[in-house]
């Protein structure tokens, strides 16, 4: 199971100094939503030639445009973008036509899907490569949430996915269990003390 860092800041400053930190633990660098939309897709490129070695995934949320959209990530430097799982086939279609054409690939968000399974399954025949089973920050601050309803989609939809939403040292070994191919860590990576032992301790988990 591979290990993504969520870097969920809003200068491209921060984010090369969180990357810098936690690169050799992850995979996976993640530029998330709030720092593609304050910065630019400069802070796609800037991570890319910092750290040509590691997967780049752009967390555009794409809902409409999904071929521009995507060319435009890819030619930045991304290598994985997100569409979001609510928007239409044509759309998940049109990015990973965009994808084949630079090599790269589509990740379809399944935020605020409500039949996960079966959007997933879908997502995963329009040609993605793979989906990510989503709470965002909103909904992980209700009461009473957890990952285990994303972990049971997870394991039912039986294509590759991702897991996002309260992934920690305590969950970890329980998204590895649901067969994840992707774990997602932001907060409990971004927000800790020490970035770089906490990402080393989720690598640790993992086993």
């Not at 750290?51 to 967390?59: E, L, M, Q, S, T």
């Amino acid at each position: 199971m591979k290990l993504q860092v969520a870097m969920d800041l809003l200068t491209v400053e921060d984010a090369l100094e969180l990357a810098g930190k936690v690169a050799e633990y992850v995979d996976i660098l993640e530029l998330g939503t709030p720092l593609i939309k304050a910065a630019g897709l400069s802070a796609v490129t800037a991570i890319k030639e910092a750290h040509p070695d590691k997967i780049v995934f752009a967390d555009m949320k794409t809902m409409d445009a999904g071929e521009l959209e995507a060319d435009i990530a890819f030619k930045a430097g991304a290598d994985l973008i997100t569409v979001l799982g609510t928007a239409d086939d044509s759309t998940i279609a049109g990015a990973v036509k965009a994808a084949k054409a630079h090599n790269k690939g589509i990740v379809v968000d399944l935020i605020g899907v409500e039949d996960k399974v079966t959007r997933a399954k879908e997502a995963r025949a329009l040609g993605a490569k793979f989906v990510e089973m989503h709470a965002g920050l909103d909904e992980q601050a209700k009461p009473g949430f957890d990952l285990n309803g994303l972990l049971r989609a997870g394991a039912e939809a039986r294509v590759p996915f991702s897991v996002a939403g309260g992934v920690k040292v305590a969950t970890i070994a329980d998204v590895q269990k649901a067969g994840a191919d992707v774990a997602v860590a932001g907060g409990a990576i971004y927000s800790a003390a020490d970035p770089a032992l906490a990402a080393k301790e989720l690598r640790d988990a993992i086993v």
